[in-house]
């Protein structure tokens, strides 16, 4: 598809909007009061407006490789503050998606590039639960792994600074671990939602409980 066709689909989006609902943009450029913050895969198969049925707007969004939040990069951590301090979202999902290509360059230390010193991140996440994934079936490991990331990728946004200082100032914000299937298009509760800093541990443990459970039967 040539680039300017972009272009055309994007005037034809819009003519359309403005039809079906008239005011829609003169709505959008007002303020921008999203419930819901998406942390997800840069994948492009996996749009988090789409995946959900909300509107523009409805949803704060920051991918990027493997649905990491590692605290030494300052564009996740300032999406997140931004979007918990400012815009006071009630919701921040972790979502990861089964046939991730970074968690399954981790798992068989497939070498793509520059990209291998941030898939290090997925890689210290396979180790550490690398008796976990040695117990599972060969055919279950990469969505075992991609389950396994979201968990941790959860607990390193609830002991970041903005959430702990969120929650101590009282604020009712959730944190929630996911998984989205290429395959058939739904999205999987990973049963790792957070609401206090306190409630971090017992939840973890029990998510990562509930991934060999789920694994192993299959």
Not at 16 to 26: A, K, L, N, V
Not at 52 to 78: I, K, M, Q, Y
Not at 112 to 121: F, Q
């Amino acid at each position: 598809m040539p680039i300017q066709d972009l272009f055309a689909h994007n005037r034809a989006w819009a003519a359309q909007m403005e039809r079906d609902r008239p005011g829609f943009f003169t709505g959008l450029i007002k303020q921008q009061t999203p419930k819901y913050m998406w942390i997800g895969c840069s994948d492009s198969r996996v749009p988090a407006n789409q995946i959900t049925g909300l509107e523009p707007g409805e949803v704060f969004v920051h991918r990027n490789v493997a649905n990491l939040v590692v605290h030494s990069d300052l564009n996740a951590l300032s999406a997140i503050q931004y979007a918990v301090d400012m815009l006071q979202v009630e919701h921040v999902m972790v979502v990861g998606h089964y046939g991730c290509g970074g968690v399954m360059a981790a798992l068989n230390n497939v070498r793509v590039g520059l990209a291998d010193n941030w898939i290090r991140h997925i890689q210290s996440v396979r180790d550490r639960h690398s008796d976990l994934l040695a117990a599972l079936p060969e055919a279950q490991r990469g969505d075992a792994l991609v389950d396994l990331n979201v968990i941790e990728q959860v607990v390193n946004v609830c002991v970041s600074t903005v959430m702990m200082d969120a929650w101590a100032k009282g604020q009712k914000t959730s944190v929630h671990g996911w998984a989205f299937g290429v395959h058939d298009g739904l999205l999987q509760d990973l049963h790792m939602t957070v609401t206090s800093t306190a409630s971090i541990e017992p939840l973890y443990r029990a998510a990562i409980a509930g991934v060999v459970a789920e694994r192993s039967a299959r």
